[in-house]
């Protein structure tokens, strides 16, 4: 079966690993598992460093480490055409870019501007909760990410998250 190509915004990555524990958190594991494929362009690895550095102040090893993870489990494209579709905030189009040139299925993103276009040369472009949804119902229903495997994934995900015991002083 034909794994889904998925180009992540960068509010994507943001909410997964500085905000973890939601649903942007669960499609990174997802793409890291390899049960989708995942494109990413220089130009978003470039604006996800810049804003991680400065609206998170992480330090550069930390975002050198977060970028080094993304390339290990993604495929890197070099968008060949500009693209001028959203007017209103340019540096959307790197994602726009990056998903033609990596003929993705879908885009995943919580901006307002990139969701407004909907759907780009075939490509749709969908909230983080709408495309767990429809990933989870659609691959499900041809057996890949079966409820099985989603009810084991989300196990493993609570009992790698149980609190710690405290000790009593």
């Known amino acids: ?65 977060q970028i080094k993870r993304i390339l290990n489990n993604s495929e890197l494209v070099e968008p060949s055409e500009k693209l001028s579709i959203i007017k209103s905030d340019k540096s959307d189009n790197i994602v726009l870019e990056c998903a033609v040139a990596f003929k993705a299925d879908i885009i995943v993103s919580g901006d307002s501007h990139l969701l407004e276009v909907k759907k780009y040369k075939g490509i749709e472009i969908l909230k983080p909760a709408e495309f767990l949804r429809m990933y989870g119902a659609d691959v499900g229903d041809k057996g890949s990410f079966t409820e099985e495997k989603r009810s084991k994934y989300l196990k493993n995900k609570v009992e790698k998250h149980t609190p710690r015991k405290r000790k009593m002083s």
């Open 1 to 65: 079966m034909k794994k889904l190509r998925v180009v992540f915004d960068t509010n994507v990555y943001i909410s997964a690993t500085i905000f973890p524990g939601g649903i942007p958190e669960e499609l990174l594991k997802l793409a890291f598992a390899g049960d989708i494929l995942l494109g990413v362009s220089k130009e978003i690895l470039e604006e996800l460093s810049k804003v991680y550095l400065r609206k998170f102040h992480l330090n550069s090893r930390a975002v050198d480490d």
